[in-house]
């Protein structure tokens, strides 16, 4: 029988690439997102692909009725869920703090606090059930510093990070793995959702410069959750080989 992985934000970006790569090591799915037809495409190719079976659930994690009502329902064969990837998240605009928009803010605090909050309370009690199982949080180099304009965004990654230390220690005696993972700079759909849908803007974050890839991600985390039981990697910063922190990147183009 496959085991089975929880994947939230798997319609694009990183949460695909690692749906992508634990259906290639046969885990089956379950895949979470807002965008009900870009959701049901990516299970679409995934069960086509390979030979495993997606549920997919659409909902917005800021929704914590939503969040127990989809999480507490699940089909008896889905509940014994071995991993939660907790990776639903995102940036709104880039601000100076005295000229922060409210409703930014509250998006970024929703979705990346409290929707990782609601949907790890839902799905914890799986995972106590079995005395087993991984949760891997995504987080960001904005979790370790902070940089001009990220204010809110640095403020929700950071939460994650110390959330994620917190968890660990709660969830201890319950056998359960905790860590997480910090990206820099990945090429996804981040920074046209961070710009409002202004490509031209996303597309200069990523100008004259070699990124991370999603799939680079999906390769650390499968890393991370491929080691034997008795290992737990707390943490993990991956940065592009041209960004040293978040405020020195240089415009280089690695072949
Ligand atoms: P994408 O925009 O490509 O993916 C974000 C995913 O999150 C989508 O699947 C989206 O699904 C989902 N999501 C966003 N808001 C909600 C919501 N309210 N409810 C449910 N799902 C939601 O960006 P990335 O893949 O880059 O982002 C994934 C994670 O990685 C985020 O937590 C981000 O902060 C983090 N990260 C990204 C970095 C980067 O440079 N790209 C670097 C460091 C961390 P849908 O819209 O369908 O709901
Ligand atoms: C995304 C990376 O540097 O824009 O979390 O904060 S950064």
């Known amino acids: 029988m496959n085991k089975i992985a929880l994947i939230t934000g798997a319609t694009s970006g990183i949460g695909e690439a690692i749906a992508q790569k634990l259906a290639a090591e046969n885990y089956d799915l379950i ?98 059930a079995r005395a087993s199982g991984t949760i891997i949080n995504i987080g960001s180099i904005a979790a370790k510093e902070a940089y001009g304009k990220g204010n809110v965004y640095c403020g929700t990654k950071h939460a994650v990070d110390a959330i994620t230390k917190g968890m660990r220690i709660d969830l201890l005696e319950h056998n359960i793995r905790v860590g997480a993972i910090h990206p820099g700079m990945v090429d996804t759909e981040f920074s046209l959702v961070r710009f409002k849908g202004d490509k031209v803007a996303a597309d200069k974050v990523y100008e004259n410069l070699t990124p991370l890839y999603a799939q680079d991600i999906a390769d650390a985390l499968w890393f991370m959750l491929s080691r034997p039981a008795h290992v737990c990697i707390n943490d993990m910063v991956i940065m592009p080989t041209v960004q040293a922190n978040t405020s020195n990147t240089i415009r280089r183009v690695i072949q």
């Open 31 to 128: 895949l979470t997102g807002r965008r009900a037809e870009r959701l049901h495409d990516v299970a679409t190719t995934l069960t086509t692909s390979y030979n495993i079976k997606v549920l997919p659930l659409v909902f917005d994690v800021r929704n914590n009725d939503e969040v127990t009502r989809q999480l507490g329902e699940i089909p008896q064969e889905w509940q014994a869920i071995e991993v939660l990837i907790n990776n639903a998240g995102l940036a709104v605009g880039l601000t100076a703090i005295q000229d922060g928009v409210l409703d930014d803010w509250e998006r970024m605090i929703d979705t990346n606090v409290k929707g990782l909050l609601y949907v790890s309370k839902a799905v914890l009690p799986y995972l106590i």
